[in-house]
């Protein structure tokens, strides 16, 4: 009887404990969950490195980085930047999978005396979380000291409000230099800098005298493509060891003149590519060593153009393209082809019109004549509104030119025979187009005083918020800056200041030495709202 007393007591003592004990594991257990530690956030560590980083009279064929921990290569051969550029790239490995070392293999032929730096952007990263080791440099000698001069440069796109994508910033020594060196041979020194960064720093530089320029390539091989690069100058040679910072202006030069070879479109209609200045180009073609007519126009948002042709048929036909100096031959034997085009005429502007739109017309064919007569421009009353006509041959457009005014209609009449063609084709039928405008309370008006130094004569600029001029006006001394019926929206400021009096903004030219003309952007937002009259003072910078 005292032993299942006993055993009672035993039964009930471990039942509270289980109790007790299975009341505390739960508590426990809704205090939280596993959550596998903190997120790594930290960046690889270099444990050592062979030869050792700065060493001086270098001459090994192999260098090799040692981790912490297993780092990966991020595109590498877009970010790593070797100053000075070797001809044969070195090897770096491993590629494609991780490893806890980097090696980098090198083939060519190192310079005496020379500091050499291998800067590895952000392509270092770890395998884990893809935290990156920024703007690690390997830097050595092959002399007996590490160069340690520096030069430092920004620079800005010389026409557009933004700078973006990569840059690079060359060094080249003065002694050797001459005009053909950026296009054939690459830089001593070299630095990068992409996007909105638009500063860099040369460093490990040596003592001496410089030529510096900067390049936003298509092909990044640090050498200078004038049909497909910016590039940015500075006119004369730089000296080392210097406080100064040096500013550069990227620009694009004009394409050369350059005609490709026409190719058939239709029995009369040939397209051509063309680079250069189209208001340049003389244009002249040849049937079996005939001059016959022709008419070329501009392709829209192309470097080509159409060739219209007579009907007739020829044995081969001959091309002679002149501008400037350039010219050019390309003879084309001609193919039976049924396409004939016809006269064909479209309006471009229908509907609501701004007082800024040009209300035009244009044709598929080159227009030869019009009879004015046989044109009419109506308001809502039946009245005849006084207009002109304009052609713009080029781009085969004829622009109808009226003082516009608030709230009317307008019906615009093309009778038949008012528009002929480069083949004497005739408008066939009547065409109407209809549009109205606004009244003038649905637009606001600007206008801007300018303070300090302005130099004269300048391109005044309204651009929208996509850089697109939405008006602009030409002044030659101080005057009245005043701009009004704007459609309600949010514009900035550009200035040209065209030294050459052109009336348009010229770029530079690198053989020329001549720097692209002066552009003054202003970072002030001027938001125009309907029925507002804003007065803007801006000050011009020294």
């Given at each position: 009887?005292?032993?299942?007393l ?8 471990f039942?509270?404990?289980l ?58 051969n ?10 044969t ?51 050595f ?54 996007d ?41 040679p ?42 340049k ?11 016959i ?18 009907m ?20 084309v034997?001609?193919r ?103 009244k003038?309370t ?65 770029t ?35």
């Amino acid at each position: 009887m005292q032993g299942k007393l006993k055993l009672m007591k035993f039964l009930r003592y471990f039942s509270f404990l289980l109790l007790l004990t299975l009341v505390l594991f739960t508590n426990c257990a809704k205090r939280g969950t596993i959550t596998g530690g903190a997120k790594d956030t930290l960046a690889p560590v270099i444990l050592s490195t062979l030869p050792e980083n700065f060493s001086t009279s270098f001459d090994k064929k192999e260098i090799q980085i040692n981790f912490d921990e297993y780092v990966k290569l991020n595109k590498v051969n877009q970010q790593l930047i070797i100053s000075p550029p070797m001809e044969t790239q070195p090897e770096i490995i491993p590629m494609g999978y991780p490893s806890k070392f980097i090696k980098i293999k090198i083939f060519d032929t190192l310079k005496p005396n020379t500091t050499y730096s291998f800067n590895f952007g952000e392509s270092i990263q770890d395998n884990n979380e893809g935290n990156p080791y920024t703007n690690y440099k390997y830097v050595f000698s092959t002399g007996t000291y590490i160069d340690s001069l520096k030069a430092s440069v920004t620079y800005k796109d010389a026409y557009s409000k933004k700078t973006s994508g990569l840059v690079n910033v060359l060094l080249y020594e003065a002694t050797d230099f001459t005009d053909s060196t950026i296009y054939k041979k690459k830089p001593l020194y070299v630095a990068s800098s992409r996007d909105s960064i638009t500063s860099v720093d040369l460093e490990n530089l040596k003592s001496g005298s410089y030529y510096l320029v900067a390049l936003q390539e298509k092909s990044s091989n640090y050498r200078f493509d004038p049909k497909s690069d910016k590039i940015g100058f500075h006119p004369t040679p730089i000296t080392l060891p210097t406080d100064s910072i040096y500013s550069l202006k990227l620009f694009q030069e004009e394409k050369s003149a350059n005609a490709y070879r026409p190719s058939m479109v239709s029995q009369n209609k040939w397209l051509a590519g063309f680079e250069g200045d189209i208001k340049k180009l003389q244009l002249t073609v040849s049937g079996n060593n005939e001059p016959i007519a022709s008419h070329f126009v501009k392709v829209p948002n192309k470097d080509s153009i159409y060739i219209f042709t007579p009907m007739a048929q020829y044995d081969s036909l001959q091309f002679r393209f002149k501008a400037d100096a350039y010219e050019k031959i390309h003879t084309v034997t001609q193919r039976n082809v049924k396409l004939i085009d016809t006269l064909q005429v479209k309006f471009t502007k229908s509907g609501t019109i701004q007082y800024r739109d040009t209300v035009a017309f244009t044709t598929n064919t080159p227009v030869k004549t019009i009879d004015k007569n046989l044109i009419q421009l109506i308001g809502k009353d039946s009245l005849q509104i006084p207009f002109d006509l304009k052609l713009d041959s080029i781009n085969n457009t004829v622009k109808v030119l009226f003082d516009k005014t608030e709230e009317e209609k307008y019906t615009l009449y093309l009778q038949p025979n008012s528009v002929t063609d480069f083949y004497d084709n005739s408008l066939k039928t009547e065409m109407i187009q209809r549009f109205q405008t606004n009244k003038l309370t649905d637009y606001g008006n600007i206008s801007f005083t300018l303070e300090g130094s302005v130099h004269y004569p300048i391109i005044f600029e309204l651009l929208n918020k996509d850089e697109k001029v939405y008006d602009y006006l030409y002044l030659t001394g101080d005057s009245t800056i005043e701009f009004r019926a704007i459609e309600p929206a949010k514009y900035f400021v550009r200035i040209i200041e065209d030294a050459n009096g052109n009336q348009k903004w010229d770029t530079g030219n690198y053989l020329e030495k001549r720097q692209p003309e002066n552009v003054i952007w202003f970072q002030k937002e001027f938001d125009i709202r309907a029925n507002w009259e804003l007065n803007e003072t801006l000050g011009m910078p020294n």
